[in-house]
């Protein structure tokens, strides 16, 4: 390829990029949101890292004594009344708000400690400034306590595949009406299901 | 025991135990259930501002009602001449009366104006789960929020903001009332009025002029500078007062907003046939005064029997007289000398309320545009003595001999302007001497009046039965005023 | 915090221009020292009566629609029209004639409004600056013109209950048309309620959805002090993407430099 091409064709593929990125992302959508993540793999991600699934995400704390692991146990009986096909096309974030003590090697134990699917389930961490803002987005409260606590509310969202709002629940336990939005959420192809509200 | 004592005994067991069990099974009236899903198309209720009450409903089945309210934060008249912001239900201070029937669904709205600068909820009391609603209902100025719930209990129910902090919510009129009707519907009345009292707390004096901003420590200290029906000082008077015929059957939907006090509710005149007290499902009859907790109401009905006005108060009586708890109803109609043969009422309760408040309010337009005439002051300056000063000193100007000096002719009174004014709002003790006859009387002090009303009175009085004089003027009256002092007790 | 529309290069581009808008900026609306302090916030952390806040800047007024102006004149992703749904409301710049166009009833020096709390993020963001903390805002907002904390003075409570008390259809004035306080702040009180940053860390933190949230009164010392009870609520009822005629923001930076 000559020089010119080359270049021709770089702006093409960046003008392409920049016309594709911005029409991608529906507009109502929390990956609107450019927040940075870090993994239990210590792999930088966004937020929309599990864009493509059906995705249930939270926030936690890994200090948490009693309350985030009944969270994520909450998380797991929610995905265990799907059928397997559809627990395969879910994807799972959960992102600290302690990103001090949270490193990677404690995500991956905590993610070890309750027999996470590592393929489908992220646990992640964000430092502020991101953390509060991804706590905005979703309508999730907390506070830094002196002590080192949180103090926090819980909430488990699900989003579609693109990252619009489908429904919350803050019942840890027997949420029906959030169970069968889950299972609509992950039975059928994207294609056809409706777009939510 | 002996055979027969037994067996008596077991009857007397049996019965008592049997009447005991319908006893529990039965009510008066059904105060509580679940009567079943909503049917027929969606309902939008009737909201009415005070003192009207939507109709009565009928219907025989639960529907899904839906209720649309918008809060509004407006500045309005307390008082005349005093304004105040309020903080209210669809525009008014009570709210808007919602009215449904038990067993009903209702979907509640509950909208925030986008010009509101505080976030308000509402806390119905006639709505079971958490907060009365308050929880579903927390509203950001420009936005809306919306909750449903069934009405499952009978009865007329008090709503609130709840917002922190919900005193000065409150107190800034932020309540009103939800009538649940039975399913049976009510006993048909002539007249249906929603009425409720509520205290206010502000920075300046009673019916000091101007605008006045709420006084958080005397809603604490619980010293209300105003009590008031339906949010204003002669809301419910005049032009206003609530209307009847001889013969009508009245009933009053009675609230108590607070946020603080407890109402003695009476109406001078009539006799309730019947309250249900608290609201609640039981009524009590033949009642004078009914006590109205603050956050609660009542349902009271009358028959009117005779014509005149019959005013409400709250009967802790100097809230009526000194802070304005105070409404009437107009009753018109045939005489019945038999029950009730005397006067009207209002001449002797009601003082400057009985004031032709046209030419009052002609006055006050005047003065503020400042083309205020002589002429104009006498006649409004008539209309505020009359109930006031006529009490003592009599319509004719003549005063009562040896006790209350006359007007009329007055040596003493047209001899200095000044002390003039300084008599009517300070008061006077002590030996005077008028047109050659001693009196030793006590003047009470009249400060409460304002600058413009006691010009004109006194502009009044010195161009009256005989007396010819220059008109006073509301400046003359406020210099006097603010360089003297009041006596202990006296409005400012 | 951009929305995922531009990529790097553009990124590059851009970079030069807030520096150079910031500087600008800076002079118009400066940041102001506030002294830190062991302070007695009307929320307790935890167990603890008392926090310590450290020395931090604020700017001396909210931000003025001529200064969003030109944010947005720099920053495409955040007008009317273009910001992303997910992160405003319909709100949003409603009260501008156009989106680069304030227009008569938006004037220069009026305080902006109808900015969501990321709008408000992102312009901090973009001047090198962050939205200051609940705390950092109770510190610099407890001062009179003469005390540093006048939270005791019922003059001080009644005039920030006085503008409670107004009703808010009127238009805005201008920023800075009254006394500063003592640290040299305007308009900390009677004129728009202001973002900050963890605003969404105020009131009970609780799990039971059904528990409301109204009263705040739960869990904040100094219950008679209800001018500050008044902001938290007012705080507590709007959610980060939500824009309000009275809600409007300034921005701060810890002292030594970075956000």
Avoid at chain 1, 43 to 66: E, K, N, Q, V
Avoid at chain 1, 120 to 130: E, K, L, M, Q, Y
Avoid at chain 3, 3 to 27: D, F, K, N, S
């Amino acid at each position: 390829m000559t020089r010119l091409r080359l270049a021709v064709a770089s702006f093409a593929f960046l003008l392409t990029w920049l016309v594709g990125a911005s029409a991608d992302i529906p507009p109502d959508s929390v990956y609107q949101l450019h927040a940075q993540l870090t993994t239990q793999t210590a792999a930088s991600a966004g937020l929309d890292l599990h864009r493509g699934h059906p995705t249930l995400i939270t926030m936690f704390y890994g200090s948490c004594p009693a309350a985030c692991p009944m969270l994520i146990t909450a998380m797991q009986v929610y995905e265990s009344q799907l059928d397997e096909s559809a627990q395969a096309r879910l994807r799972v974030l959960l992102v600290s708000f302690d990103a001090a003590r949270d490193t990677p090697r404690e995500l991956d134990r905590l993610a070890k400690l309750h027999h996470a699917d590592v393929t489908r389930w992220t646990f992640a961490s964000a430092a502020d400034p991101d953390a509060r803002r991804i706590a905005a987005l979703l309508g999730i409260s907390y506070r830094h306590l002196p002590s080192g606590e949180f103090e926090h509310s819980l909430l488990i969202t699900l989003l579609d595949s693109d990252g619009r709002l489908i429904a919350s629940t803050a019942k840890l336990v027997g949420d029906q009406e959030f169970q069968a939005k889950l299972r609509a959420a992950t039975e059928l192809p994207e294609g056809r299901r409706e777009r939510p509200r | 025991m002996s055979r027969s004592m037994k067996a008596l005994a077991i009857v007397i067991c049996t019965m008592g135990v049997w009447s005991l069990a319908i006893g529990a099974g039965k009510t008066p009236a059904k105060s509580s259930g679940d009567l079943g899903p909503p049917q027929g198309e969606p309902i939008h209720a009737i909201l009415t501002s005070p003192p009207a009450v939507p109709p009565p409903i009928h219907r025989n089945h639960p529907a899904k009602v839906i209720v649309e309210l918008e809060v509004r934060e407006v500045e309005k008249e307390i008082s005349e001449g005093v304004s105040y912001t309020f903080w209210t239900f669809g525009g008014t201070t009570p709210g808007s009366f919602i009215r449904v029937r038990q067993g009903d669904t209702v979907e509640f709205h509950l909208r925030n104006h986008p010009d509101s600068k505080m976030p308000h909820n509402i806390d119905l009391h006639g709505v079971t789960g958490p907060g009365g609603g308050a929880a579903s209902s927390f509203t950001a100025p420009g936005h809306e929020s919306q909750f449903t719930f069934k009405a499952l209990n009978q009865g007329i129910y008090v709503y609130h903001c709840a917002t922190a902090p919900v005193g000065m919510h409150i107190a800034n009129g932020m309540y009103g009332l939800m009538l649940v009707e039975p399913p049976e519907g009510m006993k048909p009345v002539d007249h249906e009025y929603y009425v409720m009292q509520g205290d206010f707390y502000t920075v300046g004096k009673y019916r000091e002029r101007g605008h006045q901003d709420f006084d958080m420590q005397r809603a604490i200290d619980e010293r209300p500078t105003y009590v008031l029906f339906n949010g204003s000082e002669g809301s419910l008077v005049g032009d206003h007062a609530l209307q009847a015929k001889v013969g009508d059957r009245v009933r009053l939907f009675v609230g108590n907003g607070g946020p603080n006090l407890v109402s003695s509710f009476h109406v001078i005149g009539a006799i309730f046939d019947r309250v249900r007290y608290e609201g609640g499902v039981h009524e009590q009859e033949n009642v004078q005064t009914t006590l109205i907790p603050a956050g609660g109401a009542a349902i009271v009905e009358f028959h009117v029997k005779v014509p005149g006005s019959y005013v409400l108060v709250d009967h802790s009586i100097l809230r009526a007289f000194n802070k304005g708890a105070l409404a009437l109803l107009k009753a018109e109609g045939p005489a019945n000398k038999a029950i009730y043969s005397g006067k009207e009422v209002d001449s002797v309760y009601l003082g400057d309320k009985a004031a032709n408040l046209a030419v009052v309010s002609e006055a006050r337009a005047a003065a503020a545009s400042g083309t205020l005439t002589k002429d104009q002051q006498i006649k409004a300056g008539e209309s505020r003595f009359t109930g006031t000063c006529s009490v003592c000193h009599q319509n004719n100007g003549e005063g009562l001999p040896n006790v209350f000096p006359p007007l009329a002719r007055s040596d003493f009174l047209m001899a200095d302007k000044q002390r003039a004014i300084g008599i009517v709002l300070n008061g006077l003790s002590g030996p005077v001497t008028v047109n050659g006859n001693k009196f030793n009387s006590v003047m009470p002090p009249m400060s409460q009046l304002n600058d413009d009303e006691l010009a004109n009175i006194l502009t009044y009085v010195r161009n009256s039965w005989g007396n010819s004089g220059e008109a006073v003027s509301a400046d003359e009256v406020a210099h006097i005023r603010s360089s003297t002092k009041r006596p202990e007790g006296a409005a400012h | 915090m951009l929305p995922r529309a531009l990529p790097a290069p553009a990124l590059l581009l851009c970079a030069l221009a807030p520096l150079l808008c910031g500087a600008a900026q800076a002079e118009e609306n400066p940041f102001v020292e506030v002294p830190g302090a062991e302070f007695r916030s009307a929320l307790p952390a935890g167990k603890a009566e008392v926090v310590p806040i450290r020395t931090f800047l604020l700017q001396r007024h909210p931000v003025t629609n001529g200064e969003f102006l030109a944010f947005v004149t720099g920053h495409p992703e955040w007008r009317r029209g273009t910001a992303p749904a997910a992160l405003t409301d319909a709100g949003y710049l409603t009260d501008w004639s156009g989106p680069l166009d304030p227009g008569p009833r938006a004037t220069a020096s009026q305080p902006v409004t109808q900015v969501s709390w990321f709008a408000a993020e992102a312009y901090c963001e973009a001047q090198h600056a962050r939205l200051p903390d609940w705390a950092e805002w109770e510190l610099a907002a407890a001062a009179s013109a003469t005390r540093r904390d006048a939270r005791s003075d019922p003059a001080w409570r009644q005039q920030v209950l006085d503008w409670y008390a107004r009703p808010g259809g009127k238009a805005l004035v201008a920023v800075e048309q009254g006394q500063a306080n003592v640290y040299g702040l305007h308009d900390m009180h009677g004129l728009v309620w202001e973002w900050v940053h963890d605003f969404n860390s105020l009131l009970p933190a609780d799990a039971d959805p059904e528990k409301f949230c109204g009263s705040g009164a739960l869990d904040v010392q100094q219950k008679e002090n209800y001018a500050v009870l008044m902001r938290i609520a007012m705080l507590g009822s709007l959610r980060a993407s939500y824009t309000g005629h009275l809600v409007g923001f300034r921005c701060a930076r810890t002292a030594g430099g970075s956000p």
